[in-house]
């Protein structure tokens, strides 16, 4: 496999309409693209059985996109919200639309956001809504993902085929989880993934298999790049990260950190405060 095969890419997508995936699941994009988000944040529709849906991730709270959420309906009774974990551009249309729907929040129950907390606290291998919920850290300490009967994973930020996922070092995030849940995934042999930015990942084993690799790659890079004189992230963040796109700077150094906490887990690295050397 060459370094970006596992690639799956789109044309900007229409905003404020009904994207179909399957017959029972349909996406509407958030208006709110950017370089940690792509073409925008997907709010997944996903029909049960007697008649409702549940609503994944209803994204930014932004009218437009939540009356387009509402249309996507088509006229079934909204009976769960549910939330992959609780980024803002995931969280932040989930009041609002519990407010206009009725319908109670759900989310893994101890939320990484203080300033929220479920309606209804989901845990490891629960049902709802149809949905077997799948405990996947690493990205966040609170991250879920979501799996059909018939074989689809709704996969929140954890796997996305446009780009690889960003993991913060702990309390938030841990590359060891990340990898621990990559492989929970693989041994579930989805046949669809969903995403919450970018398209159907249609060749789940392939995407992950490359996020695997490429995540194992940039960390013997970082290990490489330490030496016996200590130095800080901030002076390791641009030997690690070459031509850096505006805006991701801070994204790098997150991601920076949490290789050098599971270097320095693996007896790899020393810290001391803020500076890293090879052990």
């Known amino acids: 496999m060459s370094r970006y095969d596992w690639r799956v890419v789109e044309a900007p997508p229409p905003y404020g309409v009904a994207i179909t995936a399957t017959p029972a699941i349909r996406r509407v994009v958030a208006g709110n693209p950017g370089p940690m ?52 551009d995931h969280l932040d249309g989930a009041a609002p639309l ?3 729907t009725g319908a109670p929040i759900h989310a893994w129950h101890r939320s990484a956001e203080p300033t929220f907390t479920p309606d209804v606290g989901l845990h490891d291998l629960d049902l709802v809504a149809g949905l077997r919920v799948l405990y996947t850290p690493g990205h966040a ?22 780009s690889t996922t960003l ?10 989880m990340f990898l621990d849940s990559m492989e929970r995934l693989l041994q579930r042999g989805p ?70 906490e599971k270097l320095r887990d693996d007896g790899r690295a020393i810290q001391a405060g803020d500076t890293w050397a090879h052990a």
């Open 37 to 88: 988000t792509g073409n925008g944040t997907n709010t997944w529709i996903v029909d049960h059985a007697g008649g409702g849906c549940a609503v994944i991730d209803p994204g930014v709270a932004d009218d437009a996109h939540l009356d387009a959420v509402e249309r996507a309906l088509n006229g079934r009774v909204l009976t769960h919200i549910l939330l992959t974990h609780t980024h803002h």
């Open 98 to 100: 519990s407010r206009r």
């Open 141 to 162: 300490a609170d991250h879920i993902c979501l799996e059909t009967t018939d074989g689809i994973i709704l996969t929140g930020d954890h796997v996305m085929g446009w």
């Open 167 to 176: 993991v913060p070092p702990a309390p938030h995030g841990s590359v060891q």
């Open 191 to 260: 046949r669809l993934l969903l995403s919450a930015h970018g398209p159907v990942i249609e060749q789940p084993e392939t995407c992950m298999r490359g996020l695997i690799e490429h995540r194992l790659s940039r960390h013997e890079s970082i290990a490489a790049l330490l030496s016996a004189q200590p130095r800080t992230a901030e002076q390791i963040v641009d030997a690690a990260y070459h031509r850096l796109r505006p805006g991701l700077r801070r994204a790098a150094l997150l991601n920076l950190r949490a290789h050098l």
